[in-house]
């Protein structure tokens, strides 16, 4: 990318005041350029193909499309352009989801301003910028896959096992049924090769699967 050019940004968000606020702060910014915005993936998708665009800031809870498969369908076609997400979604599953359908990087909206023009300057520059939080949330969970059999709902509820937790507490704290609780339990045991409670907390502490 040419240095004395302005990076050129595009914002995709379906709430007007957000998009209409971060448009102006990068586009009242010396050395940005902010041209296109867009309330949903689908407008994005039939102009951004065609326009001259460096970054794309990307929500996921989108109307229509979501902001992830947005992504997995530009990316191949703008191979150039780095997308990064901008949301308030802080799930595992759906953080790494969004970084396998091609995004370079991950925030939260509640980013500052300032922080937020460093990273579309950082990811310009070959860098992955995330928040601090979902940076500790990628790394924790690359520790627990490398040794872990369970899935991050099955960590989540084995985690919460060892608080002590009952399933009916569980289901109300997760916002799933008593009876989906006992499912991930059920598939907890087999995978740990355990028959009870303690034996699943025990293993889970023994193996640092938590």
Do not use: W
Request: charged fraction near 20%; include cysteine.
């Amino acid at each position: 990318m040419n240095e004395n050019l302005p990076i050129q940004v595009a914002i995709v968000e379906d709430e007007d005041e957000i998009r209409q606020t971060l448009a102006l702060i990068i586009d009242g910014t010396n050395g940005f350029s902010c041209k296109h915005t867009f309330s949903d993936c689908e407008s994005a998708l039939k102009i951004l193909p065609e326009a001259f665009v460096n970054v794309v800031l990307m929500d996921i809870n989108l109307p229509g499309m979501s902001g992830i498969e947005g992504v997995k369908q530009l990316k191949p076609v703008l191979p150039e352009v780095d997308f990064m997400m901008l949301t308030i979604n802080k799930e595992d599953e759906v953080i790494f989801d969004a970084i396998s359908a091609g995004a370079s990087g991950y925030l939260v909206k509640d980013t500052p301003p300032a922080d937020l023009l460093r990273a579309i300057t950082e990811v310009t520059q070959g860098g992955a910028p995330m928040s601090t939080y979902i940076a500790r949330r990628v790394v924790q969970s690359f520790h627990r896959t490398a040794a872990s059999p369970l899935t991050e709902r099955e960590t989540e509820i084995l985690r919460l096992l060892c608080d002590g937790l009952n399933y009916k507490t569980i289901a109300g704290q997760l916002f799933i049924s008593a009876n989906t609780v006992r499912v991930h339990i059920k598939n907890i045991y087999e995978k740990l090769h355990v028959s009870s409670r303690a034996q699943a907390v025990s293993t889970a502490i023994n193996k640092k699967l938590i």
